[in-house]
């Protein structure tokens, strides 16, 4: 084997290694039926929160929620009403944790897109011997089945 190939084995191992992690995380669990409105009775200003993909977005609808369940609370106190809040059906630690999935699932395919970046990268790398090593590897395994 050449010089490199230890060196690369390690890095390839250690990228399927991350690939596995992020596949077990994968499995997001909804809470909400992740329509976001900011307007109850309108479409105007909504968002799907499954398609999200910037960060900032969901940080201000997390900023609106939490002022109006201040709002809310507030009203309540003002007016002796007993009554809890919640947005569209959902609480605000409801959409909270359906945000913080959003956000993994975001940051995991930027993972996965890294990952791959440093898979192709390494196999670049690889000595024809090292490459012929793994890939009888992955046959006897295939046969071991």
């Known amino acids: ?23 077990k995380t994968e499995k997001a669990t909804w809470i909400t039926n992740g329509s ?23 940080a201000k609808a997390l900023a609106f929620l939490i002022d109006r369940e201040g709002a809310f609370k507030e009203a309540c106190e003002r007016l002796a009403v007993k009554g809890s809040f919640a947005w569209l059906g959902y609480s605000v630690s409801d959409w909270e944790s359906d945000f913080k999935t959003r956000l993994a699932k975001v940051r995991l395919n930027s993972e996965k897109k890294k990952l791959a ?23 006897e395994e295939m046969l071991k089945d």
């Open 1 to 23: 084997m050449a010089k490199n190939d230890a060196r690369v084995q390690k890095l390839i191992g250690e990228v399927v290694k991350r690939k596995t992690s992020i596949i």
């Open 117 to 139: 970046t440093l898979e192709k990268q390494l196999e670049s790398l690889m000595s024809d011997d090292l490459k012929t090593d793994m890939e009888l590897a992955k046959i």
């Open 36 to 58: 976001f409105r900011y307007f109850e009775h309108s479409t105007e200003g909504s968002f799907n929160l499954q398609t999200v993909v910037d960060e900032v977005t969901l």
